[in-house]
């Protein structure tokens, strides 16, 4: 699962790109600094993981991850080819998921493309570009099935009426992802690789006097995020990337410090997580204790696919403990004992913290 972290230029995308994957990528005081997009793996932190490693005294623990794309920044314009627009576009495609990162920070020595920031212009600005970008799809799309739909065919008739509805909210301004689809129109939706139908979060940049105070212009972003119901997680970029050179426990107590619990990037992983839909489930043998990802909803088959294909396909059962029980009772043999431990078979949910161990056969 990738999300692609979007902005304008000089909003601290790379910056905070780098926070979050220790990647290394340049960081320059102009725009477009970054051509080439940057991928980095990030693990998701999840404390359930350690104290399973402790309890079963695993001797390698792994932990699961997702993946970020640093891209370059959109300007005014990208969506008929202004600054780096074709590329930026493809890139923002081939994502699952949007991290849109808004300047919330004043700062001499760092340029902006506009003459001031104005985090409710900038928005506007990335939305509308992609929006745009959607709309010249949909429309392209409409003038060839509308075409095709006199020759009678009933799915094409039925797409084109669903391509007008599309061309109607887009050019409302309305993303895509606001229109409630029915049964019949969830396939047509994802063919099209609509920008604005990819899930989306705001990451609000402020600035290292700003972290615990709602400065003006952080207060705008909330409001934008509140209005359009998306989630906003605020983080400073630099201090982030001042922190993610520490050591652990040199980390720890300057969180502390700064009366934090958990350090931004922390928070923007597990909303990022949370975003796509993912859970994670535990297996564990011998020689390893895992933490694996798959979305809501999937049965235990097909989790078992995430470990091996012939688990999948030779799958019999599954023996399931969840992480609280197994947490609260303290070891394998005892969850068993006490009955905790389960059997489940194809058409169990896998939940949350579920610690599975498969039985199949090749």
């Known amino acids: 699962m990738e999300l692609g972290v979007v902005g304008l230029p000089n909003v601290g995308k790379t910056t905070l790109f780098n926070a979050l994957t220790m990647a290394g990528a340049e960081v320059a005081n102009y725009p477009f600094c970054t051509i080439d997009r940057n991928i980095g793996v990030v693990e998701v932190p999840d404390e359930r993981l ?17 993946e970020f794309v640093d891209i370059a920044g959109l300007v005014k314009g990208a969506s008929r080819g202004e600054g780096l627009g074709n590329e930026f576009l493809g890139y923002v495609r081939d994502v699952d998921a949007i991290v849109h990162v808004v300047r919330c920070f004043e700062d001499e020595n760092v340029s902006h493309v506009s003459a001031y920031v104005d985090p409710v212009v900038d928005i506007d600005v990335v939305n509308a570009e992609l929006i745009a970008a959607d709309l010249k799809t949909v429309e392209k799309r409409l003038e060839k ?13 039925s797409e084109v009426v669903f391509l007008e509805k599309l061309v109607e909210l887009l050019k ?16 047509m939706m994802g063919e099209y690789q609509l920008l604005t139908h990819k899930k989306m979060m705001y990451a609000a940049n402020v600035g290292e006097d700003d972290i615990g105070n709602d400065s003006p212009h952080l207060k705008a972003a909330k409001e934008v995020a509140q209005e359009q119901k998306t989630e906003l997680i605020v983080i400073c970029a630099k201090l982030e990337a001042e922190l993610a050179e520490l050591e652990p426990e040199e980390r720890e107590s300057f969180l502390t410090e700064m009366g934090l619990e958990r350090s931004g990037v922390e928070q923007l992983i597990t909303a990022s997580y949370s975003l796509l839909n993912l859970i994670t489930f535990f ?19 097909q989790a078992a696919g995430k470990v091996h294909s012939d688990m999948e396909s030779g799958f019999i059962r599954a023996e ?5 029980d197994l947490a609260s009772i303290g070891s394998i043999k005892e969850a068993r004992d006490q009955g905790l431990m389960h059997l489940e078979g194809k058409e169990y949910v896998v939940k949350d913290g579920d610690m599975m161990y498969f039985r199949f056969q090749v």
Do not use: C
């Open 172 to 187: 409302a301004g309305t993303p895509a992802r606001e229109l409630e689809l029915l049964e019949t129109e969830v396939k």
């Open 50 to 66: 350690w104290k399973l490693s402790d309890l079963l005294s695993s001797s390698k623990t792994t932990p699961t991850a997702i």
């Open 145 to 157: 099935n509308s075409r095709a739909a006199r020759t009678g065919d009933k799915s094409i008739v």
């Open 320 to 324: 399931v403990i969840h992480y609280e």
């Open 283 to 301: 297996t564990a043998n011998e020689n390893e204790l895992r933490a694996r990802t798959i979305p809501k909803g999937v049965f235990a088959p």
